[in-house]
């Protein structure tokens, strides 16, 4: 009830006080092909059921055709204010209209396609008995995602076999440490990830030792080390 409560306030407070800011955004994707400013997105939420997650097009029209659904920094189909889009996280902050309704939280692990979804392990559905939300650890840990697949032949192999395992990893650490404090402590290294992207991982870190989170999950969280293929959980 309280995290609920949390996610109205501050999705409300949020699209009240960025509104300014996304007007302008909206004005200059339109201004650049004329088209919607908006990109919806068909994805899986708690217990399975779908919903459509708003965001801000970065990519051109009918990019969704296309077989590839992971993006690398370097994907054609983005657009020029895209990439500033997507650099600053831009794009996420319409999905504050889907917290609002009660589609999302702000924070949770990331909603997923239905086709990858399908494609979850047993243990990976667990991450789908709570609400998506537009933040969470992962998103912290690779808000680089772009350029991790950068030069990948087959970005979606390359997330799936990179990204994906430490990404449900995180996602169930949240779920089983999950509080209304983790939430203010996340939204507030969210912000600082933008801009300080070390420090952010630093407090990650701070925040699964105390939890006393796996070495080797603690260990890919510093990214140190470049990432490797690895099983899903």
């Known amino acids: 009830m309280l995290k609920r409560l ?3 306030i501050g999705a409300f407070a949020g699209l009240l006080v960025l509104s300014p800011l996304l007007c302008v955004i909206l004005f200059f994707v339109w201004k650049q092909d004329g088209h919607s400013p908006f990109y919806i997105s068909d994805r899986v939420g708690r217990d399975g059921t779908p919903f459509r997650m708003l965001k801000i097009r970065s990519m051109v029209i009918l990019a969704d055709l296309a077989s590839v659904e992971s993006t690398s920094a370097t ?3 983005i657009t020029p204010i895209g990439h500033f889009v997507r650099r600053w996280k831009l794009d996420e902050l319409s999905q504050l209209w889907n917290v609002l309704i009660g589609d999302m939280s702000l924070v949770g692990p990331r909603p997923n396609t239905v086709r990858e979804v399908a494609s979850y392990t047993t243990a990976e559905r667990r991450l789908l008995t709570v609400k998506p939300g537009i933040t969470d650890i992962s998103s912290i840990v690779f808000s680089d995602e772009g350029e991790i697949l950068r030069d990948a032949l087959d970005p979606d192999r390359a997330y799936s076999e990179l990204i994906r395992p430490w990404k ?5 650490v949240y779920i089983e440490n999950a509080s209304w404090l983790l ?3 996340l939204i507030w290294i969210t912000i ?3 801009f300080n992207k070390p420090l952010s991982l630093k407090r990650i870190t701070q925040i699964l030792g105390r939890q006393e989170a796996d070495a080797v999950l603690i260990q890919i969280v510093r990214r140190e080390q470049p990432l490797r293929p690895s099983p899903l959980p």
């Not at 449900?168 to 169930?172: H, I, K, V, Y």
């Open 192 to 194: 600082l990830a933008i």
């Open 75 to 77: 994907d054609a189909r």
């Open 183 to 185: 939430d203010i402590q």
């Open 168 to 172: 449900s990893r995180l996602g169930l």
């Open 6 to 8: 949390i996610d109205i």
